[in-house]
């Protein structure tokens, strides 16, 4: 079965800064998509980021990257130029069927 | 369109108590499913469907059945509510049956709390 990791349950980053969430997943498969969602505390799901398994470069979304490792079953988000706006649940999300989730990393942005 | 819609946002239940918690879309998404949420373990998949007619288990299916008689609704039922069954629920469609290309859209979500 596939799993994802996510291996910090809670982070913080200053206001203007960088900061990296990790996630890796297990896998037989080849072909599948992968994806960073956020929730706020209004609790609402919102992709921020997708990555298809088959395409080499990262994702990139305005102030939000990913690091995309195939061989080694990594997915790490990056945001940049931190806004307290991104203060946040992020989930990270394997799809082939169906979506299987990370238990999540909370995001503190300190002003 | 409105996306994917879920009712009620909030519901108190007494153990043992039944109810639906409704979810319809209006995209003419193929693929729908439920999630719990739950402090710590991230969305748990509980009953999906790749079109209408079929529905299978996810991950935590006990204590809830699901249909799917027509491509916009997909009820999840509660037979004998729980306390265990206290959650968020969301209920999330993407526009394919049986693939993994597309991404899924989230309803607002429904907390639900089991005395």
């Known amino acids: 079965a596939q799993t994802v990791t996510q291996s910090q349950p809670e982070m913080s980053v200053q206001e203007a800064e960088t900061v990296t969430l990790s996630c890796t997943y297990d896998?037989?498969?080849?072909?599948?998509?992968l994806f960073w969602y956020k929730q706020p505390p209004s609790r609402q799901m919102i992709l921020v980021i997708r990555?298809?398994?088959?395409?080499?470069q990262n994702a990139t979304e305005n102030r939000f990257s990913v690091n995309f490792q195939k061989a080694a079953k990594s997915f790490s988000l990056k945001i940049s130029d931190s806004q307290l706006g991104d203060a946040a649940m992020y989930f990270c999300?394997?799809?082939?069927?169906?979506?299987?989730f990370g238990k999540g990393t909370r995001l503190s942005v300190i002003a | 369109n409105a996306g994917v819609t879920q009712t009620p946002k909030f519901q108190v239940l007494k153990t043992g108590q039944s109810m639906t918690l409704q979810c319809a879309q209006d995209m003419n998404h193929e693929y729908m499913s439920w999630y719990r949420q739950d402090p710590g373990m991230g969305l748990r998949l509980i009953h999906y469907?790749?079109?209408?007619?079929?529905?299978d288990q996810g991950e935590v299916p006990n204590g809830y059945n699901v249909s799917r008689s027509t491509t916009e609704d997909f009820p999840l039922r509660l037979l004998s509510a729980a306390p265990s069954q206290t959650s968020v629920y969301f209920c999330?469609?993407?526009?394919?049956?049986?693939?993994?290309?597309?991404?899924?859209?989230f309803g607002p979500g429904t907390r639900l709390t089991v005395l």
């Open positions: 999330a469609s993407r526009l394919e049956g049986g693939g993994h290309t597309d991404t899924q859209y």
């Open positions: 896998t037989s498969e080849s072909d599948y998509y």
């Open positions: 990555q298809e398994a088959y395409k080499q």
């Open positions: 999300a394997y799809s082939y069927t169906p979506l299987v």
């Open positions: 469907s790749v079109g209408a007619g079929i529905t």
